[in-house]
């Protein structure tokens, strides 16, 4: 049986976002213009009338200095900069949206987990519930010398820190107030009951914090968990605490037994790893007919520059390759260095710094690439058909053009979808967690592994 | 010669507020919704509607705990709690006003100056430059106790952790992009110029940073630093940074030499002291007949409890007041707690128990209680002749009914002060920094101390 799919946007507080770094001098680009309200109180609008689900926000600490040891390229190519705080955008966002949800990437390496939670808290309530956080462990050593390291911590050290971080965040978000805690009693003189509000005393490794929490439950109480590590560890921890998995570019093979790894860990929590949903990244080029949407691709293409690719890449993978002449193999520059996907982009084979300017060279369509192009039935079918491959229950579209791709997908895609029972066209309404159709509805499920914190009736 | 004052709101993302926790028990108040988003867009309108210049929220980072040792009456009485992130407050704010300033407290001791430098800079982005920084270095055990610590630091290494933050967050403003720094140039594939953004390399007791700012320079780059301290300490760090001072209760002529302190340290920075504007801290209730003035202020007598006064006390002061007979001395309980105020609330004298609660069983007028009750006329003369007094520029307004307070002063009060040219109805607009008039326009001016971390051009 066919079943809908769910359809977000991702989108960075930068000009030039991952994946499509150079973009912003396409001619109908006006992402120089993404410091100010307006680029952004569009795009929400856009997509809550076209009844897409959610607006996710990717987020780095520091600039791309690894491409010549300097970050003059990413400045000059604007790659993943400015980095603004989407805090600001989606809380500015929800006031002039009802029902879209939003996704927020936070990092649990350089905050204190007492500060995001009670952020995360009030994000919840002024939006009635619409947060996602999508967890990292943050990849940058530039983000690291931000915060007193002199090279980040190692990956492992990251993900303890991460599950420590976790355990309090929970503990304040599920177990600090009790459900019946706040009766608003006005005549009684009440506003909550103190004897059923209860400090957290957390005294680990990484954190010692007292609590209460200084929030009153909000709607959700935890937000919608992402996740989006690949590795063995990253994807441990998905399967402890992960409701949605954003899965980056890559086979239909591939994310399938990446998905079943984290399903299956999934199970050893006490879950059941088939409620866990996954969104992938995909960049789409729709047209009215074939020539147009490939007009489209080459506008795109012709702005389409290799050295923000290859700046992007040494950020990602910590490899400097303007030191490499092109028959020369890559290797990681700095030990302890993790790529942003947390696996060798490039998987095991040998790569010259031929070979990735050959492929950064070229927006290229593919499941390798994540890149469809074609008419609304055609891109149509190929979402339907990748979703069913690669068992996922939607995707997070990134805009080669901005604005423009999403109006596109809005205006061309989504009819044809919607024909194909693709796309859900109810009325869209609820806090995140119940739109996503996740268990728990409102919030997170009794077997999850944060309810372990709630108190007892 | 007449001035016309600046006026601001006084506010707290919580349910009840400092100065009259218990009112949101009074029948008009709709506080307890204030988890949502209508309370405060409904506030915002009206003031950004009357003209009024700021919308300001004080902020903590723990419950009021001191008061018989635990959490439960601060929890009762929504004392200052619950404590929401009041920067999501003015994200969510900035679109939907136009011109108004917003002021942040925030705490320099358990926050990192790059994560909040960051912020910041984008928030004075999307806002237009409306935005100020109350800075802060927080007065609750039971914050530190959130944060890792058995106590608080003591306040004289609070401010040399401020004064070093303060370097920090100036280095990434001020110093990191030189104003030629950004072209946005689409056509020459240039967001910003590499070589003239530059990093921070920031080496010093408490922080380490090495930058660049992740952010291009905002509106205002330094929001409009505030400050509330008046200690000798508080004083001094004033003198060095503040533009604004917000000023608690107090007589005239307390007021007016503090002030006169703060002054006389800022000559010793090469400012003029003259240019620091000041902000007092003030509740009034206007009617349109001394009568109708009179049943406000009984309403609000009558809902004002002083149970949630004496909880207030115990947290500002450290003083378990509930452990004392009414004729007992009242003594610090422990040791290193400052005071909210940072002076002993009540001077040098010995208070009893007793004391304290007469002073605080009713809602008094008065300039040490910081309250004005009478017709728009009696109200407006009061206004203007107190600020001649005090030496001050305007007024924080605190609400004791919420909605009521800033509605009533804009019909009835802003009519009586314009007459008297007490209110500036020129259309308001411009960042934050131009529209408090204060010396530099948008940006610090050439002598303020953060100034002197900008790059030559």
Redesign the interface.
């Known amino acids: 049986m066919v079943k809908p799919l769910l359809f977000g946007v991702y989108e960075q507080?930068s000009?030039?976002v991952g994946g499509s770094p150079?973009l912003?001098?396409h001619?109908s680009?006006t992402r120089?213009h993404s410091?100010?309200?307006p680029f952004w109180?569009n795009l929400a609008k856009t997509m809550e009338q076209g009844g897409l689900d959610l607006l996710f926000f990717g987020d780095?600490?520091?600039?791309y200095d690894v491409f010549r040891g300097?970050?003059?390229?990413?400045?000059?190519?604007?790659l993943e900069?400015?980095?603004?705080?989407p805090?600001?955008?989606i809380?500015?966002?929800?006031?002039?949206t009802k029902t879209l949800g939003f996704g927020l990437t936070a990092s649990t390496t350089?905050?204190?987990p007492?500060?995001f939670a009670?952020?995360m808290?009030?994000?919840d309530?002024?939006s009635?519930g619409r947060l996602g956080w999508n967890v990292v462990t943050s990849y940058l050593d530039?983000a690291a010398?931000?915060?007193?390291?002199n090279y980040q911590l190692d990956p492992s050290q990251r993900y303890d820190r991460a599950d420590e971080f976790l355990d309090v965040a929970y503990n304040l978000w599920e177990g600090s107030w009790a459900d019946d805690?706040v009766i608003?009693d006005?005549?009684g003189?009440?506003?909550?009951?103190?004897?059923r509000?209860r400090?957290i005393d957390h005294n680990g490794e990484y954190?010692?914090?007292?609590?209460?929490h200084?929030?009153?439950p909000?709607p959700q109480r935890t937000p919608v968990i992402f996740q989006a590590g690949w590795s063995p560890r990253g994807k441990e921890f998905a399967g402890k605490h992960a409701e949605v998995i954003f899965v980056g570019k890559g086979t239909a093979d591939a994310t399938r037994s990446g998905l079943a790894k984290i399903r299956q860990n999934a199970e050893a929590w006490g879950r059941n790893g088939d409620e866990i949903k996954a969104l992938m990244s995909m960049r789409i080029i729709v047209g009215k007919t074939e020539a147009d949407a490939q007009r489209k691709y080459e506008a795109i293409q012709s702005n389409y520059?290799l050295e923000a690719q290859l700046v992007s890449y040494a950020g990602d993978t910590g490899i400097d390759i303007s030191r490499y002449a092109d028959d020369e193999v890559l290797s990681t520059a700095s030990k302890g260095h993790a790529s942003k996907v947390e696996r060798p982009i490039d998987g095991h084979k040998p790569l010259t710094a031929g070979d990735v300017k050959a492929r950064f060279s070229k927006f290229t369509r593919g499941e390798e690439t994540g890149l469809i192009i074609g008419t609304p039935d055609q891109v149509a079918d190929e979402l339907g058909r990748l979703a069913g491959a690669a068992g996922i229950d939607g995707y997070l579209i990134s805009q080669p053009v901005s604005p423009g791709t999403v109006d596109d997908f809005v205006e061309l895609a989504v009819p044809a979808l919607k024909e194909r029972g693709l796309f859900d066209d109810k009325p869209k309404q609820g806090t995140l967690r119940s739109r996503l159709n996740l268990k728990g509805n409102d919030r997170l499920p009794t077997e999850a592994y944060g309810s372990r914190f709630r108190q007892s009736a």
């Open positions: 507080a000009v030039g150079s912003w001098t001619p680009s120089i410091d100010r309200l109180i780095v600490l520091g600039l300097n970050h003059e390229a990413a400045v000059k190519w604007a900069a400015p980095a603004d705080d805090i600001i955008h809380a500015a966002l929800t006031s002039v350089y905050d204190h007492f500060a009670r952020r808290s009030t994000l309530h002024l009635e530039s010398k931000n915060f007193g390291l805690a608003k006005k005549t003189q009440t506003y909550a009951r103190g004897d509000v400090r954190f010692k914090v007292q609590g209460p200084v929030n009153a909000s520059h």
